[in-house]
């Protein structure tokens, strides 16, 4: 899997302000019926509704850093949201949960990302035909942290991109392999120790008759 780094042109996006009406109250001038602050997954869930047409994932470095690459994604899943991720014609995404719990604190980085997003689903296609060229059919782009504006990056692979289920399935049976070789090690570890009893045994008894 080949990863090439990409410098991403930002779209400006202007989100509409919200009208939310005021109240006085002794402690000074509050919102009325606020918006209950959205949890990352629901702020994710919303970001690919305004995105149609794109697969989204949304990873998690940091913790597939921590548990050495064996998460998955945020809170252990891929969160694919769309289908057939880095199948050739469908603009696939993954971003890691860093970027979105930015977006969540800075308007100005969220135009930035949201940027990012529309501009990768306007040249997808280039970035298809310029992996294809180099024998890579399979392409997803990547959006992490930049610290002042999020970072793009291009993943090519010359094989399909594994389904959640696929990993997880793959990873069951490397683990009962696993189990079958450790059980299989004790059994030969039980018959050697057997053979060695045995040849205590004999020599125990070889000594009793006067037999070296």
């Not at 009208?19 to 949890?39: M, R, V």
């Amino acid at each position: 899997m080949m990863k090439i780094a990409q410098t991403a042109s930002f779209t400006a996006y202007q989100p509409q302000a919200a009208n939310i009406p005021k109240t006085e109250t002794s402690f000074g001038i509050q919102a009325e019926n606020s918006p209950k602050p959205q949890s990352p997954m629901e702020y994710y869930q919303a970001l690919c509704r305004e995105f149609q047409g794109v697969t989204f994932r949304l990873g998690d470095k940091a913790a597939q850093k921590a548990s050495g690459g064996s998460v998955l994604g945020y809170g252990g899943s891929m969160n694919q949201m769309g289908e057939s991720f880095g199948s050739p014609g469908q603009c696939s995404i993954q971003i890691d949960i860093s970027v979105l719990k930015k977006m969540q604190q800075d308007p100005e980085y969220e135009k930035h990302v949201k940027g990012t997003i529309q501009d990768a689903r306007d040249t997808y296609s280039m970035y298809e035909s310029q992996a294809g060229r180099d024998g890579y059919p399979y392409v997803c782009v990547e959006i992490e942290d930049g610290g002042a504006r999020p970072q793009m990056s291009l993943v090519n692979s010359k094989m399909p991109f594994s389904t959640e289920e696929e990993i997880k399935e793959m990873r069951e049976q490397e683990s009962a392999q696993s189990q079958i070789k450790i059980n299989f090690q004790n059994i030969k570890d039980s018959l050697l120790e057997q053979y060695l009893n045995a040849i205590e045994e004999r020599g125990r008894k070889l000594q009793k008759l006067g037999i070296e």
